[in-house]
């Protein structure tokens, strides 16, 4: 039966849609999350971070088993494990069943969303077709990220925090019944069946411990036997990652790719512009509703502006890389990304909207997709054709990870610093507005770093091909 390479388009754009929606949509519901179900502050953004470095220490693996098992196959495997964990998530009744159900969850991300993009690189050819598909699963990628502030906000407020898990379940169900009729079973010629798993696991489990570390270091205190242990044992478990890729016939992350420089600096800089974005969300959309006490909708309608500043930005940083390169973009991204947080971190209970976080929002919004869009062309730009996938792939898992280790360290430093606030006298609210600036101006410490990283990048000038593909990845 011939498919319309169209209609498969739709269901791969719908498909990554939801897990683009699912990263904001959670963020708007987190107060309410936190009241219900009686998280501590310092364990909240587990429900970010779990699904987070799921999705990103098993982003490689997911492509790998796409490749050797069909990524038809794998597509549909990673919508079923989504759609279940989401009816579990919406489901939990305690802290640790929904970071739980949130990890696997990441797991059903990271085998969804490279099998998808593998789909649609063999569904068309290279050239006009395939940049108009990237084009549009960029596109819809990016309109998911904005929607969900909004759907969030709707969802939470008329029903109940549940259904932002909950609304996942319809579409996977519809996709799933979709994927026969209009997915081909297109696939690579077999190679050797070889599959990195303990290098995946050694690797998230190592980032995981380390994550929580950190996060254990507030309440628990650096020199503790609890912190220091769990953070050698994170360590311990890297340097067996690294280990068992030097030695694997078919690594998950190969390590030569390190060797270029483009990559490495621009991956540096993708993980400090994923620092920035996810510790600016998780401590905007708390401060919004816990200290300004906007309802979750209102929140949802204050971040759209963001949204749309991202969308503009994506298509203007792909523009001027073209004209002015991709070192100075990346640069210029950088240091807008640097104001947009210093201006939200000035903004106070009382103050105005319009004068105190929309200018901060719509500048951070520019800036991250200048860093976004330039960092993604010159990473792979070094790299053999044959190793574009694995580069983009190791990359974008930069990205994951460094968000994930970024919101650790500045919702500790965050939290840390409104315990100290409340012990001196300061009122809850008052406690709360000091914690959140602190937040922000450690997320900007991260966007200043990048901001000399971007430096030493190379100048390109990307074909059109590349400029697609990028603005789409990022």
């Known amino acids: 039966m011939r498919r319309s390479p169209w209609a498969t388009l739709a269901v791969l754009a719908l498909a990554q849609f939801i897990v683009v929606l699912d990263v904001t949509i959670v963020n708007i519901a987190l107060p309410h999350i936190q009241a219900d179900l009686h998280f501590s502050a310092d364990s909240l953004q587990w429900v970010i971070n779990a699904y987070t470095l799921l999705f990103g220490g098993f982003l490689l693996l997911g492509g790998r088993m796409a490749d050797l098992l069909g990524p038809r196959r794998v597509f549909t495997a990673g919508l079923l494990l989504f759609g279940a964990t989401s009816l579990v998530a919406g489901l939990s009744n305690s802290p640790e069943f929904l970071i739980g159900a949130r990890a696997v969850q990441g797991l059903g991300g990271a085998l969804l969303s490279p099998a998808a993009l593998a789909i649609l690189t063999m569904t068309f050819a290279h050239g006009r077709e395939r940049n108009i598909a990237m084009g549009v699963w960029g ?167 963001m949204g749309g500043a991202a969308i503009i930005g994506a298509m203007l940083a792909s523009q001027l890389v073209r004209r002015v390169g991709t070192r100075t973009v990346q640069f210029s991204g950088a240091i807008l990304s640097v104001v947009g947080l210093l201006l939200l971190s000035q903004a106070t209970a009382t103050g105005s909207y319009a004068s105190q976080l929309l200018p901060g929002l719509l500048v951070f919004g520019f800036g991250i997709m200048g860093v976004g869009v330039a960092g993604q062309i010159t990473a792979v730009s070094e790299v053999r054709p044959q190793e574009a996938g694995a580069a983009s792939g190791v990359v974008n898992a930069m990205y994951q990870v460094g968000g994930a280790l970024g919101l650790a360290i500045v919702t500790t430093l965050s939290i840390t610093h409104t315990t100290h606030e409340l012990t001196h006298g300061a009122t809850q609210l008052q406690a709360l507005q000091s914690g959140y600036e602190r937040g922000l101006l450690a997320a900007a410490v991260f966007a200043a770093a990048n901001v000399l990283l971007t430096l030493a990048t190379p100048q390109l000038q990307p074909t059109q091909s590349q400029l697609t593909e990028a603005t789409a990845a990022a």
């Open 139 to 305: 596109g819809l990628a990016g309109l998911g990220g904005t929607l969900g502030v909004v759907a969030g906000g709707v969802l939470v407020d008329s029903l109940s925090w549940q259904w932002v898990f909950f609304v996942n379940v319809p579409i996977v169900i519809a996709l799933v019944a979709l994927v026969p009729v209009f997915v081909r079973d297109v696939r690579h010629a077999a190679g050797r069946r070889a599959f990195d798993t303990l290098g995946a696991v050694l690797g998230t489990a190592g980032l995981m411990a380390v994550v929580y570390g950190v996060v254990r270091s507030e309440p628990s205190g650096w020199g503790s036997f609890e912190v220091v242990g769990v953070l050698t044992a994170g360590v311990l478990l890297l340097a067996a990652f690294v280990v068992v890729e030097s030695r694997s016939a078919a690594p998950l992350v190969p390590l030569r790719l390190f060797r270029s420089r483009a990559l490495s600096v621009s991956g540096a800089s993708l993980a400090l512009n994923g620092a920035g974005f996810l510790s600016m969300f998780f401590l905007t959309a708390i401060y919004l509703q816990q200290v300004r006490g906007d309802s979750a909708l209102e929140a949802g309608v204050h971040f759209l502006p």
